[in-house]
């Protein structure tokens, strides 16, 4: 074997393993998993927040992210799937990646749901080729039910976000955004 017909090989076979790593998706039962995880968070918010029915009811989609991990020292990052909903409906996948760089350290979870109040925000959420998180969404931190009336359905904001279910320690000033990425589970 010549060296040039080593490196071949060699690349080749490094291309094929990062291939069948990566995964399209496609044929897997990851998308079942997202929905069913979307599930059980819209009736874990629901109950805990039954005034979010509401909100979700005046809203024309959602993105539902069920578990978003995050964790930093200085430097930090987050990550997490979920599944867009159009009238209770499945519309496409989601992921969210979080950057993040200030005085931090700590890890958290939490859960966010993102309710789409015009159908302006929702088509340019959809259209967009990786739409970050911006000044004109409002949010929701507190993790008590009786808040997240008070702020939310009052809000004239095109996007409402509400943030629940934290757990972990995760403290510091950072500088941060948030991405969604459309993906195929």
């Not at 997240?148 to 500088?175: C, D, M, N, R, Y």
Request: hydrophobic share 40%; aromatic share 10%.
């Amino acid at each position: 074997m010549t060296q040039l017909s080593r490196r071949s090989f060699t690349l080749a076979a490094l291309s094929g393993v990062g291939l069948t790593a990566c995964g399209n998706g496609v044929g897997s039962s990851g998308a079942e998993k997202v929905d069913a995880r979307v599930d059980a968070t819209l009736n874990h918010m629901y109950s805990r927040y039954p005034n979010t029915v509401d909100l979700a009811n005046k809203s024309t989609g959602m993105l539902v992210m069920p578990v978003v991990t995050e964790a930093g020292f200085g430097f930090g990052g987050g990550y997490g799937r979920g599944a867009l909903r159009v009238g209770g409906v499945t519309v496409d996948y989601y992921s969210a990646t979080k950057g993040s760089f200030g005085l931090q350290i700590g890890a958290q979870q939490y859960a966010h749901v993102l309710f789409f109040m015009t159908n302006d925000a929702l088509m340019g959420f959809r259209r967009s080729q990786g739409w970050a998180a911006g000044a004109d969404v409002e949010y929701v931190f507190n993790d008590r039910g009786e808040n997240v009336k008070a702020e939310t359905t009052t809000s004239l904001a095109p996007i409402v976000a509400i943030v629940f279910g934290q757990a972990g320690l995760h403290v510091g000033a950072t500088v941060e955004g948030i991405k969604y990425t459309r993906i195929i589970p």
